[in-house]
């Protein structure tokens, strides 16, 4: 791998692929597998053999709260070996909050997670793009519960808002309701998988404009918060973060970017499994393998190239375009 590829310092546990939602932009194939505990504990020990002396241990899925045991042992014991180790280890957790009850904020505060909610803005819009897997749920109003539940706790959290190509002229409003509600702290996301012409690529730019003017005051002083100002790295579609199947096979996200769509091709990097990586430090790449992989992927499908190389364009006009907004952005914690 080149050696301008980045070393990788965070790893991702995908604690399941259940959940109870069905986001029409999620890119996940859902499934029944539960990552045994085992093979958690290996994760935790690939990412604690990482030689920077700070980590992230990241739990998600599907819903990684269907799977809690799991993360809460998981989470255990990696902190018990990063303070033998000498290590700063944090952790990092995105759920849909539909069973974010008090023994798991109790957990939150315990290990110092940072939880990442996803909440689209008002019932409408939250439902139309995250449909209940079950009938009997109403996912706006149980995320909603979970994420009040957070704010009364204090827990450190964050809510990413993702607009897509039907409703982006409704983000400004969406975020105003979760502002309303009492969220402080968001990141402003667009939908990948699909096409965006360059009229709703243009909405998005004047929806996010259209916060930063009326919150510009609470940006200054860092009462709002937009996690766009961290370093988030753009083109979204080609992230190439490690992750952990519930089978214990390592993989790029990337290559999980349009997984409900079959692949026509082969992927081209095959990481490995924790049974046969023994070394973190080992692992290197870039988004131009992310690249590659995706076109070898979906060879056959002009379809998903279409999507992907519009994806891309959007993503890096998003980076720019929040890069340029700068100090606008506010004061963010890293």
């Known amino acids: 791998m080149s050696s301008r590829a980045s070393l990788k310092a965070n790893l991702q546990l995908f604690v399941t692929r259940r959940c109870q939602l069905r986001c029409r932009y999620c890119p996940i194939l859902k499934g029944d597998s539960l990552m045994p505990l085992a093979t958690a504990l290996k994760g935790a020990d690939l990412l604690l053999g990482h030689q920077s002396g700070r980590v992230r241990l990241d739990f998600g899925g599907g819903e990684p709260l269907m799977n809690f045991e799991v993360v809460r042992e998981a989470s255990a014991y990696a902190a018990r070996r990063a303070k033998a ?24 505060a315990k290990r110092g997670v940072l939880l990442e909610f996803s909440m689209d803005g008002a ?7 995250k449909s ?27 809510v990413i808002v993702v607009a897509s190509p039907s409703n982006v002229r409704r983000l400004a409003e969406n975020f105003e309701h979760l502002y309303e ?7 402003l996301s667009y939908a990948i998988g699909g096409v965006w012409s360059a009229d709703e690529e243009k909405s998005f730019f004047s929806q996010v404009e259209l916060v930063l003017t009326r919150h510009a005051r609470e940006l200054d002083c860092g009462a709002v918060q937009l ?8 083109p979204t579609v080609l992230n190439s973060e490690l992750m952990v199947d519930p089978d214990g096979s390592l993989h790029q996200m990337s290559e999980w970017m349009f997984e409900t769509t079959p692949p026509t091709g082969e992927a081209p990097f095959h ?32 379809d998903v190239r279409a999507a992907l190389l519009n994806n891309i364009s959007f993503g890096l006009r998003v980076g720019r375009f929040f890069r340029a907004s700068g100090a606008r952005l506010g004061k963010v914690p890293a």
């Open 181 to 187: 509600i009492g969220v402080r702290r968001f990141d």
């Open 123 to 129: 019932r409408e819009d939250h439902n139309r793009y």
């Open 85 to 108: 180790l000498g290590k700063d280890l944090g952790f990092y957790m995105v759920t849909n909050a539909v069973l974010l009850d008090d023994a798991v904020l109790e957990w939150a």
């Open 227 to 234: 996690g766009n100002a961290r370093q988030r790295l753009e």
């Open 271 to 302: 990481v490995g499994t924790l049974d046969t990586v023994k070394d973190i430090n080992s692992l290197r790449w870039s988004r131009f393998h992310s690249y590659y992989t995706l076109v070898r992927l979906y060879d056959g499908r002009p």
């Open 132 to 158: 209940a897997y079950d009938r009997g749920l109403d996912p706006y109003a149980a995320t909603r519960a979970g994420v009040e539940r957070a704010l009364r706790a204090g827990s450190p959290h964050f």
